[in-house]
């Protein structure tokens, strides 16, 4: 079955750019999705089919996927923006998350 | 404005079963697909399963196949999930997600979740 893989934590400094990566086989041939999910809330969706911010979302936060890395990107990162975050595809009728990234802001 | 709301969620026994609900507002619930989303405590996000907007279509995890099943009703701008013979690895915190319309399958809409707990 498809796995994909994400680093257990990053950390940012305050104001610098985070990267969060999630890595699949031929991941760039997919839609990748991200949540955030902030402490004792539920996930919100950051980004959809690779790169599109829903509306009301910062466009501090920006995608890629190409080969097999897909890359979250939080620029002049706030304290706001620590919370877990999770990418997620679809293969073969099964919807995959990724086990998730802790970002924190130092 | 969009709403989706959990409810059923509790302690069960082992071997027990339960039935979540999700009451949705604010969207035209029979056009869109609805999936269920677990969260263990402590851990990340699971996919449980999801339904087409006309019911006709419907995927499992391997985690709930034969145990869990994902009904809707569509005059009651309701979704359903069954979940039999509870362990507890199925203790989590349930959420019921709207999937978006964009050729893609993302979840842009989540409810605050509905927390099950399998205990004796």
């Known amino acids: 079955s498809y796995e994909v893989t994400q680093p257990l934590s990053v950390s940012v400094a305050l104001g610098q750019t985070a990267r969060i990566t999630c890595g699949g086989e031929?991941?760039?041939?997919?839609?990748v999705e991200w949540y955030q999910q902030r402490p004792g809330q539920a996930p919100l969706l950051v980004i959809y089919r690779d790169n599109n911010r829903p509306s009301g979302i910062t466009d501090r936060i920006s995608a890629s996927n190409s080969g097999n890395l897909a890359t979250l990107t939080i620029s002049r990162a706030q304290a706001g923006d620590e919370a877990d975050y999770y990418c997620q595809v679809w293969d073969s009728n099964t919807l995959i998350f990724g086990g998730g990234t802790n970002l924190t802001v130092l | 404005q969009v709403q989706v709301v959990e409810s059923g969620g509790g302690v069960v026994q082992p071997g027990g079963s339960l039935r979540l609900s999700c009451e949705t507002s604010?969207?035209?619930?029979?056009?869109?697909?609805m999936h269920w989303v677990r969260q263990a405590p402590g851990g990340g996000l699971q996919w449980v399963g999801l339904v087409s907007s006309d019911g006709s279509e419907k995927y499992y995890a391997d985690s709930g196949k034969g145990r869990f099943t994902i009904s809707r009703d569509n005059y009651k701008n309701s979704l359903y999930l069954q979940m039999t013979r509870l362990t507890a690895e199925d203790t989590a915190v349930y959420y019921c997600?709207?999937?978006?319309?964009?050729?893609?399958?993302?979840?842009?809409?989540w409810g605050r979740g509905s927390l099950v707990t399998v205990s004796s």
């Open positions: 604010g969207f035209t619930f029979s056009a869109y697909s």
């Open positions: 031929s991941i760039g041939f997919k839609n």
């Open positions: 997600t709207r999937e978006g319309t964009y050729g893609a399958r993302y979840l842009d809409v």
